[in-house]
């Protein structure tokens, strides 16, 4: 088996995938029909024509836009459906998905709407193939910390169906910092957190997303090897990072994969994943990402194997259940 098969075939874990940005224009537009919607794009084509990004607000305004499709349990169904059908395809085994009820409940949906539209959907998946599933709740870093603050009163009722808390959206200007008291309330839980953070912001808001918010893994956090003593840090205290290549070029963090920092990251000894962020909007799944950073970096088994294995390692599942699955993992890489 060649390096390439062998990170395709492989089972790994997604660790940072948005639900929502696994909505693909056809389900967009055939939700869009069922709800008596009237989506302001002419054809599926006219939707991905526009899917051209110049910075992280340019893609969120466009998400935040097609979510509207989403108004019914049946809809949360088949958008988780059909994001761990492609997931399975590229040998996921288990997924960390999040969801942002913001958009939802703004918009008159009830949060249990999505919870139990996202939860079947998951069920499925889990009856017919398998897959094992988490959710994290991700509040929304544009908005005041009062309304992240009333979005986790509201999902309270229904905290033991969920299994950790993420900060997304726009992040320049949104400091880890501004949400102090939230992640407070979030870690008296007992359930892990995440944010993203040196997606587009400084490495000062990876520090701070350590620092104040205490989170157990960073979303992106590319930006970290400006800051040689953060990448240190990040080293030795074994903080996994989720990384997205393809989001990440799509959004012109990197003009191109060859000058994506995965390499100065693994080098350093940091706990990188691989990850496809909005695959949807960003040119593809787990099994795009890994083509095109293998097209980039042409890695051996042994760099895929630490990949896959980091993702198994930074999951949020109890530790016999990674045994198991690097034993998998394992006997995938003796047959490679
Ligand atoms: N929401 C969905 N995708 C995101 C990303 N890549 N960064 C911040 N917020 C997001
Ligand atoms: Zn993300």
Same mark, same amino acid.
């Given at each position: ?13 997604? !660790? /940072? ?59 949360? /169904? ?36 999505? !919870? ?103 979303? /992106? ?44 990251? !693994? ?70």
């Amino acid at each position: 088996m060649n390096a390439l098969d062998f990170a395709l075939a492989c089972p790994k874990a997604e !660790l /940072h995938l948005h639900i929502e940005g696994s909505l693909e224009p056809e389900l967009a537009f055939a939700l869009a029909q069922r709800n008596g919607i009237d989506f302001p794009f002419a054809s599926v084509e006219a939707l991905r024509a526009a899917y051209n990004f110049s910075d992280l607000q340019s893609f969120l305004d466009l998400y935040y836009a097609c979510a509207d499709v989403l108004r019914t349990e049946e809809d949360f /169904h088949d958008l988780m459906l059909a994001y761990l059908r492609r997931a399975k395809a590229d040998n996921v085994i288990h997924a960390e998905i999040f969801f942002d009820p913001q958009t939802h409940t703004a918009r008159g949906i009830p949060f249990e709407t999505v !919870l139990r539209g996202l939860e079947r959907g998951a069920a499925t998946a889990q009856a017919q193939w398998g897959m094992s599933t988490r959710l994290i709740l991700c509040f929304l870093r544009h908005l005041p910390e009062d309304e992240c603050l009333a979005c986790l009163d509201e999902a309270m009722p229904f905290i033991h169906r969920i299994h950790g808390f993420g900060l997304d959206s726009s992040e320049k200007g949104h400091p880890p910092s501004k949400f102090a008291r939230l992640f407070e309330r979030c870690r008296a839980t007992g359930l892990p957190v995440v944010a993203h953070a040196g997606e587009e912001g400084p490495p000062a808001y990876i520090h701070e997303a350590l620092d104040i918010l205490k989170v157990d893994r960073i979303d /992106h956090g590319v930006r970290a090897v400006e800051d040689a003593a953060l990448i240190q840090r990040l080293a030795t205290q074994h903080i996994a990072l989720t990384v997205c290549p393809l989001s990440n070029v799509r959004l012109c963090i990197f003009q191109k994969m060859e000058q994506h920092t995965l390499p100065q990251l !693994l080098a350093a000894g940091v706990r990188a994943t691989i990850n496809s962020d909005d695959p949807a909007y960003f040119g593809g799944y787990m099994g795009d990402n890994i083509r095109a950073v293998q097209a980039a970096f042409n890695w051996n088994v042994d760099t895929w194997y630490t990949l896959a294995r980091n993702s198994l390692e930074a999951s949020f599942v109890p530790a016999e259940q990674k045994t198991a699955w690097i034993a998998q993992l394992d006997a995938c890489r003796a047959q490679a």
